[in-house]
């Protein structure tokens, strides 16, 4: 995995550190969710309890950074289309009544000696839209963007596209998974980075969300 894929994948977790030799500015965006009223994009955040028992990872700990009511600005320094991977801005699109994101951590100590300390982040993001074909449509315009990136064959940016379902689309690279899934009115973002099986955790932590949808 690239250094670049690490960092897209951080920034779903609201940081861009991933490995320590791996560093950008930390924007500190939108509104610590604990100040906000309860809102439907809350009630479909899984909790940190949840996930340690998902990933069977006791060390995962909230991250404040990543518990936001905006998404975070695209990475400026990436290719357009790119700027959609992760969670930012331009993942969700316009159009959203509601927005929250959370993320967890851990650090692993399997490491090689001298080598980079691997932070484990699980993220989450939900966008609440005004109707179901606006969510839909979101998803769309996001598989889009991340075809048009895969397109530039930027090696920044090898990660590998698919659609498990109509509704899913999945991004994946070595210990990455990504997924995003438009369910009703609302499209749910699911990434795991450094933990394994990572593509089964988010698969399970998303049906988890999903199931909560009415």
């Known amino acids: 995995m690239t250094a670049t894929i690490r960092t897209v994948a951080a920034r779903a977790l609201g940081s861009v550190l991933v490995v320590c030799c791996v560093s950008t500015s930390c924007s500190h965006q939108g509104t610590a969710a604990q100040s906000a009223p309860a809102s439907r994009a809350d009630a479909l955040i899984v909790s940190v309890e949840e996930v340690r028992r998902i990933a069977n990872h006791e060390g995962l700990t909230a991250h404040s950074h990543a518990d936001l009511r905006h998404p ?8 357009g289309p790119c700027r959609a991977a992760g969670i ?4 969700f699109g316009a159009g959203w009544s509601e927005f929250r994101s959370a993320g967890y951590h851990g650090i692993t100590d399997d490491l090689k000696p001298g080598g980079p ?13 005004p ?13 889009s963007a991340l075809q048009a990136c895969t397109a530039l064959h930027d090696s920044n940016y090898d ?16 210990g990455w998974s990504h997924l995003y899934r438009a369910k009703s009115s609302v499209l749910i973002s699911v990434g795991v ?9 988010a698969v399970t932590i998303m049906q ?7």
């Open 131 to 143: 109707d179901a074909v606006t969510a839909r449509g979101a998803l769309q315009q996001l598989d």
């Open 193 to 201: 980075l450094g933990i394994e099986p990572a593509d089964r955790i």
């Open 72 to 79: 975070p600005a695209g990475d400026l320094t990436a290719p």
């Open 117 to 129: 300390a691997m932070i484990q982040t699980v993220s989450q993001a939900v966008a609440v839209y």
């Open 208 to 214: 988890t969300a999903a199931d909560r949808v009415r």
């Open 88 to 91: 930012s801005d331009l993942t």
């Open 159 to 174: 990660f590998t596209i698919d659609r498990p379902d109509a509704a899913t689309v999945r991004i994946t690279d070595d």
